[in-house]
């Protein structure tokens, strides 16, 4: 019996299909410091047969002390910015490159919900940190939906990403 995959799904498989072409092509490693997704990036990219060529490892960082132990992520900075912001996406991203044998690094740390949000954070708020050769980019994002919703718009927004600026 074949499995119905939902468009969605779909979208994600496509877009890490061409990362997987890409990071091939450059000749580069992929490591991933995952929070609010939990490891849904680093699943994605090993569902593709082959993916041992392209991708390194994966961190699932979730704790605050995670964060900290396995990326280096200063309990200070964790402190006074938060979890979810640009500095700790900017930390967390440096260090999964630190701590791997990888050219590209990508980092995510949000609020899924359904709880955590805040005025100034508020549910479906997500920091990105993407490391290719020669530079460190951090962007914000904020995906509407459910905890489903956003961790999976969080997936495919760093393959499309990631498409985009190894492209």
């Known amino acids: 019996m074949t499995q119905k995959l939902s468009k969605s799904e779909l979208s994600t498989q ?9 990071m091939l092509r450059n ?12 490891g849904m990036i680093a699943a994605a990219c090993t569902d593709l047969a082959g993916s041992s060529d392209w991708f390194e490892r994966g961190f699932v960082t979730y704790s605050n002390e995670a964060k ?4 280096d992520v200063q309990a200070q900075l964790l402190l006074s910015e938060g979890a979810v912001s640009e500095a700790v996406a900017r930390a967390m991203v440096r260090g999964a490159l630190a701590h791997a044998h990888a050219q590209v690094a990508v980092a995510v740390t949000g609020v899924a919900g359904p709880t955590g949000g ?3 954070k508020p549910v479906g708020t997500v920091w990105f940190g993407f490391a290719v050769p020669g530079q460190v980019i951090t962007e ?3 995906f509407d939906g459910d905890r489903a ?7 495919r927004h760093t393959f499309t990403r990631l498409v985009e600026l190894l492209g």
Request: aromatic letters at 2%; one cysteine or more.
């Open 149 to 155: 919703q956003v961790r999976a718009a969080t997936v």
């Open 14 to 22: 496509y877009l890490c299909g061409l990362v997987a072409d890409l």
């Open 118 to 120: 805040s005025p100034a």
């Open 140 to 142: 914000k994002r904020h």
């Open 27 to 38: 000749r580069l490693k992929l490591v991933t410091a995952e929070s609010c997704t939990g």
């Open 68 to 71: 900290t132990e396995l990326l």
